[in-house]
């Protein structure tokens, strides 16, 4: 068990102390809403934020949105195999249903599984990425626990006109990919349409042989988006949003026939994902900004069997379906040039329809939420607070406190507290033969310190934060039943630098975890408790490339912390050509040494990496 020390503390503030002499990290200058739900700069922002911008995906070339966010600190992730296969995101060290996801703004996620599915999120139709850690429940309420992200989803350009654009890859595995993007309008009106579709033979899931297993577990996706704004006038505008992605995947598991069909284990999920918007900003005062939008999204899932009855081949399954419909006002009041007052409500109805009997198949939750920010000269602060009326488990008040103090000027120590609010999820209160109906909310207090620089050469940052969850829902594989735990402690220290040198950008950040049960002071399984990233890059002429190293420690994979998960690392690689503005080449090439790796073990045994990966693809953006 790794333990956060004062000396650990004191080793990260000197080694973010040598980047003083790194050139300025663009990072500084990008705006941000995520995290106060207004816009502000990452510099002015008193919460820890990592961004990916377009340019950061075109340069890191990232197969799937896991690849991508598993970049960032904090951040780690478990897949049960290859490409589609069940992912659980953790940030921080906080459960997968713990970190609210958004897609513009619109909460995004299954109801019965309490997470998002990730597999359908391709980063081909993303423009930028914001995750915001820590508790944010003091303005999203339920699921932010642990944080929040982001997806903004791809802007292709800003002219007057109509621009097209193609994209075409072929991969190992069998891999294959065609994106296809139209954009156009006016001073007035804009719009952004594109459709992906891709393939994969894939690998085999699972490291069983035995029976059927053995086979390659494939996967394909398609995906749509569409977005447009409308400026009315001056002081009114309009924004929609409509995305769909369908994915279909193989996997490894048990199977078991019934007295009428043998089933032939060959079993395969579906699963789509559906995010529709429409938001209206409207400028009613010079210092007063009202949003209205009204948004829905479903996450429908279908797990499916072939199986083989006297000769004939069908299929059969069970199939999970959500319905988020959520609908806000917010208030923005600019008192002065120093205060910022915001005021809004929300309204969540969750829907569950499944062929299996929940007992429960809806639930209704209002909020009402409030904020002051104030620029106080060398002193910033941040103050909010929301209270979440629940239909079934009733009133949760959750509040948050920011204070950043300018000691010097390249250098900002901040202070936050944040408390946090987590509803069971339906599969944790009445999945058949599973849930647990008398399970109650998590809750959560968040305190962490973090200390940045913003030098003329560079930028850096050290973060300590202690996490308690009260009352921790988690899976128990020897029950194969969810747990209520007395709680949990997250204990961490994040570290990320940049630099600039012989012209080449780097990036750095390391996460060193210390995540317990506190009732057996066991860790919480799959936690690694030490992780890293280095990123490098650089452009010149008509060339890009860059290259990455990834590190995560070792981890238990069960409760009692008797079976170890290894630790490991990957080097990824890309490289592209310009030929001219209409025409450039990319080669991804990832696990570079065919690293082998276990993240998650189940009854098959260990779940399997997918290896070495190439993707070499051209895009087309005609004049």
């Not at 597999?119 to 914001?130: A, G, K, Q, S």
């Not at 804009?190 to 086979?215: P, R, Y």
């Not at 069971?424 to 399970?439: I, K």
């Amino acid at each position: 068990m790794n333990k956060i020390t004062l000396s650990a503390l004191c080793s990260a503030i000197t080694l973010a102390a040598t980047s003083l002499s790194a050139q300025t990290h663009n990072e500084m200058e990008t705006t941000i809403v995520t995290a106060t739900r207004t816009e502000q700069s990452i510099a002015d922002s008193l919460a820890p934020v990592t961004v990916f911008e377009r340019a950061d995906i075109e340069r890191i070339q990232p197969v799937d949105l896991q690849e991508l966010l598993s970049r960032a600190v904090g951040v780690s992730f478990v897949r049960n195999g290859g490409r589609g296969a069940n992912t659980s995101l953790f940030l921080r060290g906080n459960q997968s249903n713990h970190t609210l996801v958004l897609i513009d703004g619109v909460r995004i996620g299954s109801a019965t599984l309490g997470s998002p599915s990730l597999t359908n999120l391709p980063p081909e139709l993303i423009e930028r990425v914001e995750i915001v850690r820590g508790s944010r429940s003091s303005l999203y309420g339920s699921e932010a626990i642990g944080g929040v992200v982001n997806i903004i989803t791809r802007k292709y350009h800003d002219t007057d006109g109509v621009k097209p654009m193609l994209q075409l890859g072929i991969g190992t595995q069998g891999s294959s990919k065609a994106l296809a993007a139209v954009s156009g309008g006016n001073n007035q009106t804009q719009f952004n349409l594109s459709a992906l579709q891709e393939n994969t033979d894939g690998i085999d899931n699972s490291e069983s042989k035995s029976g059927v297993h053995g086979d390659k577990d494939g996967f394909e996706q398609t995906a749509f988006n569409l977005t447009a704004s409308h400026k009315i006038n001056e002081r009114a505008s309009l924004f929609a949003l409509y995305q769909n992605s369908r994915s279909e995947s193989d996997y490894d598991t048990n199977c078991y026939g019934t007295p009428f069909a043998v089933y032939s284990c060959s079993p395969y999920s579906v699963s789509e994902v559906n995010v529709a918007n429409i938001r209206g900003e409207f400028q009613l005062l010079q210092n007063w900004l009202l949003t209205l939008s009204a948004g829905e999204s479903k996450d429908q899932s279908q797990i499916k069997h072939h199986y083989i009855e006297s000769g004939a081949v069908g299929v059969s399954g069970d199939n999970f379906d959500t319905t988020r419909k959520i609908y806000s006002l917010q208030n923005d009041w600019l008192l002065s040039d120093s205060h910022v007052l915001t005021v809004g409500f929300e309204r969540l109805l969750d829907e569950v329809d499944s062929n299996l009997n929940y007992g429960e198949d809806s639930r209704a939750n209002k909020a009402v939420f409030a904020q002051w920010q104030a620029d106080l000269g060398i002193v910033d602060l941040a103050i909010g607070g929301r209270n979440d009326d629940n239909e079934q488990f009733g009133h949760y008040d959750t509040r948050n406190i920011s204070v950043g103090v300018q000691v010097a000027q390249p250098i900002k120590i901040i202070a936050s507290y944040g408390e946090g609010f987590n509803a069971p999820t339906f599969n944790d209160l009445y999945y058949p033969f599973y849930g647990v109906a008398t399970l109650a909310p998590e809750t959560s207090v968040n305190r962490e310190l973090e200390l940045r620089g913003d030098h003329t050469r560079g930028a850096w940052s050290v973060s300590y934060f202690h996490n308690d969850v009260d009352q921790l829902i988690q899976y128990n594989p020897a029950t194969f039943g969810p747990d209520q735990i007395k709680g949990a402690e997250l204990k961490g220290l994040e570290l990320s630098a940049s630099t600039s040198l012989y012209q080449w950008n780097i990036e750095a950040n390391a996460t060193l975890l210390d995540a317990t049960d506190t009732s057996t002071n066991k860790d919480l399984r799959r936690r690694a408790s030490k992780q890293f990233n280095i990123d490098a890059d650089r452009q010149w002429q008509h060339w890009g490339t860059s290259a990455s190293l990834r590190f995560v420690g070792n981890r238990y994979e069960d409760t009692n912390n008797t079976d170890e998960l290894g630790s490991y690392a990957l080097v990824d690689s890309a490289v592209s050509y310009r030929f001219n503005e209409q025409l450039k080449l990319n080669l991804a090439l990832k696990n570079i040494f065919d690293r082998e790796y276990v993240t998650a073990r189940g009854s098959l045994g260990d779940y399997q990496p997918i290896g070495r990966e190439a993707m070499l693809s051209i895009t087309y953006t005609p004049k």
